[in-house]
């Protein structure tokens, strides 16, 4: 044996040590961090929200705060299932996607194939797939939701769109501009339907919940899931009301938000996307990538894939100091929010759920980048 073996070794061992207690204690920092941010915004007694942060496997942060229902007074952990808002979009999308795949059904087929009664037949026909799931398809949204707010609290996904149908101009040329739609979304979910002649609800129960493990999750159909889930509230005259389903205009149309999961749920969607669980890796990768499209004329070059938005920085319409490259959506609705965020050349995930109208990716940005979990 060399003299210095054990001299060299011994020291590798000491480095070795210095390193895993310096990682463990940089993650515990981290922690530390965001439960001292979260424990300001977040009151035991009031609603509250669960947060998810982890990179690869190794969970880096969970954590949940306050109440999930303020008559019950249960807490709201990472097993809560709470309204997506419009990160229910992804699922509607990846219907679309997974039809396509299938061969049942083409992004380039146009409106007028699904909706031949769109009383101005020319604007559907010019009208693509793609054009709707981008967000770009020009159709004005022609809904009176505040003039008819009792109408729209039962009004299913048909009833938003049908009033969609009756455009005679449109906003833009197809796939010139960004403009984002709801209504839209309830059309797509209805052209599910029409294609794998099953509910849409269903239908992405059989193909994306069932293949990616998410067995609490599920999707309003005129009925809503008052058992077990968190309500929404929001703070007015300094007390939390309740803004939900029967409050909030819209919360029937399902195809614009109509998903409720959990923390826990939504970990394993992030897993089956990452491991094209429940779709062919090609259609996933597609997902991801932003379609740019020729004669385009909006004022900031497209972000919006089809299914997520993909841009630089947390935010696709606010720059930020960090660098990497975000693949995200958001929610709102009622008093619920939510965002769903993968950061791949971090290998970072996030994912939180708030029911007392609060959006906090911010806080977590900021301490992220401060700790150089970001650069």
């Known amino acids: 044996m060399h003299p210095n073996f054990k001299l060299i070794s011994g020291f590798l061992i000491t480095l070795s040590i210095y390193f895993t207690g310096h990682t463990q204690s940089r993650d515990e920092l981290l922690k530390s961090k965001l439960d001292s941010a979260f424990s300001e915004l977040f009151k035991a007694d009031e609603p509250g929200g669960a947060i998810l942060i982890q990179q690869g496997n190794k969970v880096l942060y969970e954590n949940a705060f306050g109440l999930a229902d303020l008559k019950t007074k249960n807490k709201f952990t990472s097993k809560t299932v709470s309204n997506l808002g ?74 938003n769109f049908t009033p969609l149908k009756s455009a005679d101009s449109l906003d833009f040329e197809p796939g010139t501009k960004f403009e984002y739609s709801n209504p839209a979304y309830n059309g797509l979910a209805m052209i599910i339907e029409k294609t794998s002649g099953m509910k849409w609800q269903r239908f992405v129960d059989q193909n994306i919940f069932k ?109 930020t100091e960090e660098t990497v490259n975000v693949i995200e959506h958001a929610g709102d609705q009622g008093g619920f929010k939510s965002h769903l965020i993968m950061i791949p050349e971090k290998n970072i995930s996030i994912i939180w759920l708030t029911n007392n109208n609060k959006f906090i990716t911010g806080h977590i940005r900021r301490i992220l980048l401060k700790m150089k979990y970001l650069d």
């Open 86 to 159: 419009s990160i229910s979009k992804t699922f509607v999308s990846y219907g679309i996607l997974i039809l396509q795949d299938r061969h049942q059904l083409s992004t380039d087929d146009n409106l007028l194939t699904f909706f031949p009664d769109f009383k101005n037949k020319d604007i559907a026909a010019r009208i693509k797939l793609r054009h709707i799931l981008a967000h770009s398809s020009g159709l004005p949204d022609l809904r009176n939701v505040e003039k008819d707010s009792l109408f729209y609290l039962t009004a299913k996904d048909e009833e």
């Open 211 to 319: 293949p990616s493990g998410m067995k609490n999750s599920r999707i309003t159909d005129g009925s809503f899931p008052d058992k077990n889930v968190a309500h929404g509230y929001i703070l007015k005259d300094k007390t939390y009301q309740e803004y939900d389903y029967g409050e909030c205009p819209t919360f029937a149309a399902a195809g614009n938000g109509g998903v409720w999961s959990s923390i826990e749920d939504l970990k394993k969607y992030i897993t089956a996307i990452n491991q094209c669980k429940f779709t062919d890796c090609s259609v996933i990768k597609a997902s991801e990538t932003i379609y740019n499209p020729s004669g385009w004329k909006g004022e900031k070059p497209i972000y919006h894939t089809g299914t997520w938005f993909v841009h630089q920085g947390f935010y696709a319409d606010t720059k």
